[in-house]
């Protein structure tokens, strides 16, 4: 009787033994499980077309999580019917993940949500701070390196006004106030950020705060077409444009707008502005699923989308190429950029 007691309570130990073993293993696998996880576009195109384009995101994204041992049970994909909402739905938790959100919405709602990603796009041949670097490389190509963002650059065309602050700058010489307070300017509306916002941001880092408004001879165009054409005219001296702008109307110039040299030899800059970063992958700091382990492996997954044609298919709907990890700090110059906009419009 004692000797079947014995095996009895050993029989009973080896299974609570089990039993703890087994729990503590669910409980690790309940830790790298996600049930739901919901990612939000930003509507800059027709919904069913994102919807559509990105429903291969769902079985991607679940490989690539599972590659470094997370389970996520479903994937929701959804668009904002506004890109505020986006922003909304992040701060309440209501969605984890977004994509596409441009800089200027993320710092709106950045108390509730966190970047992660930065979106790339084909890069250009130069991208350097100085404008001599350009001039002396032109014509400045698209490049195979991945670009978080783009420049906006001021460009001094064929006109004698345009010839000289050129000639200026590839002499290494700096240009004054005067310099361009007599030039005539074609710029964008003010809430454009490569046309009108960040060339202010380059003007008041050089000319004691001075902006766009302050110039005596501005022009406000409804198009970049517009700004060359005035451009190859002569009307203007001056464009604020983003940085494939030249790639963009080469063609035009010498046809629409009638000129006879390339837009590489009647055009140089004069001035290139700090990056202006791309869209964002954001997550929302108000999601319990989206702890600092799971983050970083959303991270990396995100960033192999484009190792497969499958992959390049669906990010290709915002037209990225890829993904690079971001912070917050990297945009500053957009806060800055913000604060100027927000002055510009009382």
């Known amino acids: ?19 703890g073993g087994s729990s503590e293993s669910t409980g690790a696998e309940d830790a790298k499980t996600i049930d739901t996880l919901r990612i939000m576009y930003v509507p800059s195109r027709e919904p069913e077309e994102i919807i559509t384009a990105t429903e291969p995101l769902k079985d991607l994204l679940t490989q690539e999580l599972a590659s470094q041992g997370w389970t996520v049970n479903d994937i929701q994909i959804s668009v904002g019917t506004n890109y505020e909402a986006v922003g909304v739905a992040l701060t309440a938790g209501s969605a984890d993940v977004s994509v596409g959100m441009p800089a200027n919405t993320y710092l709106l709602y950045d108390k509730g949500c966190d970047v992660i990603l930065t979106a790339t796009r084909d890069g250009l041949s130069v991208d350097s701070d100085d404008p001599r670097d350009w001039n002396n490389n032109e014509p400045i190509t698209a490049s195979t390196e991945q670009a978080v963002g783009y420049r906006a650059l001021i460009i001094a065309g064929p006109s004698e006004k345009g010839k000289e602050l050129a000639a200026k700058v590839n002499a290494g010489e700096s240009l004054t106030w005067d310099d361009l307070n007599s030039a005539n300017w074609a710029v964008m509306s003010t809430t454009s950020s490569a046309g009108y916002v960040y060339p202010t941001m380059w003007l008041m880092e050089r000319y004691d705060n001075k902006t766009i408004a302050d110039l005596q001879h501005t022009v406000q165009v409804d198009s970049y077409p517009s700004a060359f054409a005035r451009l190859a005219s002569g009307q203007v001296d001056i464009v604020c444009c983003f940085a494939d702008a030249r790639r963009d109307y080469e063609d035009d110039w010498n046809t629409s707008f009638g000129m006879e040299n390339s837009i590489w030899e009647d055009t140089d800059l004069i001035g290139v502005t700090p990056m202006i970063y791309n869209d964002t992958v954001c997550v929302s700091k108000n999601s319990p699923a989206m702890t600092d382990e799971f983050v970083a492996a959303l991270q990396q997954a995100f960033m192999n989308l484009n190792k497969t044609e499958e992959g390049k298919g669906v990010i290709a709907i915002y037209s990225h190429t890829g993904y690079l990890p971001a912070t917050s700090s990297d945009y500053d110059n957009e806060r800055v950029a913000q604060e100027i906009m927000r002055s510009l419009n009382g």
């Open 1 to 19: 009787m004692k000797k079947i007691l014995l095996t009895c309570l050993m029989a009973l130990l080896a299974l609570s033994l089990f039993a």
